[in-house]
């Protein structure tokens, strides 16, 4: 993809870098860049779909580092998601230091952030959609959430969610599913789908006495004249990456047999088109692509992947689109005669400073932070690093969680867990309250102190290595790998479970990790109830409290092996 | 696969010789799943055929792993399915259960639950009244859980 678009942004972006005197690089690279030029599309037929996954309650814009690793391996090695950087740019013929390329690559992040602002914000995203709803006609049109949209904020944590769930009625989905959203707890999961206007669906949960389904599999929805069929997929190892004690009468998994009736159900109720959506995560919905028959469009989130345009495996569409509120996915549908036959798709960037916000939606943003702006406001520390989370072994933000929790809870080494949710704040900017939840907003956020042999820690990390490099992406959680503070190590992702993990050294002496001896090991995020310890949010404020200002050196203290 | 409360009772008829063995001390070794085996077939090299086995591909609780067996079967006099055997191959003894059926059973299906110490495979042999024996595995991984994104 490469349109004149992409070139102006281009030109004005490298000339500001340049340093011309007297030019503002926001200013420039805005005034190339605009409304209706994000929501230029190709429009085909008469539907429309409308993703929005994995928002982790980011009502505001906000800047998102894309990682710099990425890893597929197996057959996935070096496609799409598994691009980064210059080889993504490459790869969809992006031009350096275009919109798109900071949108989705971190090449010249800092530049880039500074030139082209934040991304996102639902008073924004409301702004697309409606407009896409006026151009294409509100019937024509169906929005639907991919989940991990109720957990994530200081707001969405105080609120129980009804922070996100009041803001994302305004937006009328069509339906959604779930992963974080089941940290709520059954009770209050149940009690915010009553009160939706949408269904939440899962084709994936049963409960564990009879093995029937919890929810709905299905909603069949008339879209103008055509007949969709959206069939809901939940994480499928929600209960394992996550608390089962908090939802423990519901069983999750593929269940690809399941969603095959329901596929064929669908179509024997009369769908002219079946939509996936799914919360499985990239290359689980790319394999599941080839092994159940029947589906049109798989709208994939849970591992944070955006790729600029839908791919292909076989008949079906996978589009995946981003976190965070980044980007608002949409695909065109031509359908005659109960056929899909031709389809436009695109990921738009939802570049905040360019976009009208819908004044409705921006009322209930701040209506529902109002009660906690000034705790929101309140100013914890200051960073001199470029602070974000993701990247398959580190980021910066995990580097200072794990830091604090070796410090504040005297520990010789930590874990945090390899989440992908989590915004970024540039260099020189202030840590508020609300920054620091967008890394540890959860409910069940205690930090452990326990003792652990080497032996032991090494089966943790190969465990949750083979979560995210088994070759066969039904074995695959969706997670990074767990940060390790006070530790060096090197990763072979491509080796056998057992053998990815070596050379474990404790960098407080140098001397490699011995398997007998126990070492004192602070972590948070357990899965196990009953967990002993302060909250990650209220240790990290203590933390950062104390220090003059925040400085995080590159981590090299993990050698990634071919 | 969608089990009904139908099916989980006859599944409770049909196992009428179900036997369940606890975690005990050392895993078994492929010799005795070998064994196992071998005594159930009477020494037979068991075949492809109509036989599912259901597992989860990553259990969410090792200590109680959702199972079930399917053998597509005419479930007449003279072409039925006798019992169907499941064997942990990584447990500290194989055996999981055997499931007896006979003609009046109406299908061959049948589900319950196991404990796995840890990631295996979980074999399921089907006996037919005809002497034929089917034989399919599943890889099931046990997990420590935790830090999913």
């Not at chain 1, 738009?348 to 932070?369: C, G, H």
């Not at chain 2, 595995?137 to 859980?145: A, D, L």
Request: aromatic share 8%; glycine share 8%; net charge negative.
């Amino acid at each position: 993809m490469h349109t004149r678009r992409d070139f102006l942004q281009f030109a004005a972006v490298a000339a500001c870098l340049n340093g011309v005197a007297g030019f503002s690089p926001r200013a420039s690279a805005q005034q190339q860049l605009t409304q209706d030029d994000l929501l230029a599309f190709n429009a085909k037929g008469k539907l429309t779909l409308l993703h929005l996954t994995d928002l982790h309650a980011q009502l505001k814009p906000l800047y998102f580092r894309p990682p710099s690793e990425n890893i597929g391996v197996g057959d996935y090695a070096g496609i799409p998601p598994h691009l980064v950087g210059e080889d993504f740019l490459k790869h969809f013929g992006l031009e350096r230091g275009s919109a798109l390329a900071y949108a989705h690559t971190m090449v010249d992040y800092v530049d880039m952030a500074r030139a082209y602002g934040r991304l996102g914000g639902l008073d924004r995203t409301a702004t697309l959609v409606n407009a896409i709803r006026a151009e294409r006609g509100d019937s024509n049109v169906l929005l639907l959430d991919g989940g991990d949209t109720w957990q994530g904020s200081y707001t969405a944590l105080k609120t129980n969610a009804q922070d996100m769930v009041d803001c994302m009625a305004l937006l009328k989905p069509a339906a959604m599913v779930g992963h974080w959203e089941f940290t709520l707890g059954t009770d209050r999961v149940e009690e915010i789908i009553d009160s939706l206007d949408y269904p939440f669906l899962a084709s994936n949960i049963v409960d564990n006495d009879w093995e029937e389904p919890v929810f709905e599999s299905t909603s069949i929805v008339q879209a103008g004249d055509t007949t969709v069929a959206i069939i809901g997929q939940a994480m499928p190892y929600t209960p394992i990456a996550n608390p089962r004690w908090m939802f423990p009468q519901w069983s999750f998994g593929l269940r690809l047999e399941a969603l095959q009736a329901n596929v064929d159900a669908a179509r024997e109720q009369g769908a002219e088109v079946v939509v996936l959506l799914s919360h499985n995560g990239f290359d689980v919905d790319r394999k599941l692509a080839s092994e159940v028959s029947g589906i049109d469009v798989i709208l994939t989130g849970h591992t944070h992947d955006a790729i600029p345009q839908a791919i292909n495996v076989g008949n079906t569409l996978i589009l995946a689109s981003g976190s965070h509120g980044k980007y608002l996915g949409r695909v065109d549908l031509e359908v005659k005669n109960g056929k899909v036959t031709d389809h436009s798709s695109n990921l738009i960037p939802v570049f905040s400073d360019v976009i009208e916000p819908d004044k409705q939606m921006a009322d209930k943003i701040n209506e529902v932070r109002a009660p906690y702006q000034p705790e929101l406001d309140r100013v914890i520390g200051k960073t001199d690093s470029l602070l974000y989370r993701r990247g398959n072994f580190n980021g910066t933000w995990d580097d200072l969680i794990c830091q604090g929790m070796m410090e504040e809870r005297d520990a010789e080494l930590s874990f945090s867990p390899g989440f992908r949710w989590g915004t970024t704040l540039l260099p020189g900017d202030n840590i508020t309250i609300d920054d620091l939840y967008t890394q540890t907003a959860m409910s069940y956020p205690q930090v452990y102190r326990l003792e652990f042999t080497g032996e032991r820690i090494k089966e943790i990390l190969e465990d949750v290595c083979d979560n995210l490099f088994n070759p066969d992406p039904f074995f695959q959680q969706g997670g990074d790998m767990v940060r390790v503070g006070g530790m060096g190590y090197s990763c072979a992702p491509e080796a056998a479970m057992g053998s990815r993990i070596n050379n474990m050294t404790l960098l407080a002496t140098g001397e490699p990790i011995d398997p007998n001896k126990s070492y004192v090991v602070a972590g948070w995020a357990s899965v196990n109830e009953d967990v002993e310890g302060p909250a990650i949010y209220d240790l990290m404020e203590n933390y950062i409290g104390k220090q003059d200002i925040i400085k995080v050196e590159p981590n090299q203290s993990v050698k990634f092996t071919g | 696969m969608n089990l009904t409360r139908r099916t989980f009772l006859t599944a409770s008829a049909s196992a009428a010789v179900a036997a369940f063995f606890g975690s005990q001390q050392a895993f078994a070794s492929l010799e005795d799943l070998n064994k196992a085996l071998n005594d159930y077939t009477g020494g037979a090299e068991p075949g492809e055929g109509p036989l599912t086995l259901t597992t989860p591909e990553i259990a969410e609780n090792g200590n109680s792993v959702p199972v079930s067996v399917l053998v597509e079967s005419p479930m007449t006099e003279d072409d039925h399915v006798e019992s169907v055997m499941i064997l942990a191959e990584g447990n500290p003894l194989p055996d999981v259960a055997t499931f007896h059926f006979s003609s009046m059973s109406g299908e061959a299906k049948a589900s319950t639950r196991m404990r796995l110490a840890k990631t295996q495979n979980v074999v399921a042999v089907a006996k037919m009244s005809n002497g034929d024996f089917y034989k399919v595995s599943n890889n099931v991984k046990v997990t420590i859980g935790g830090c999913g994104g």
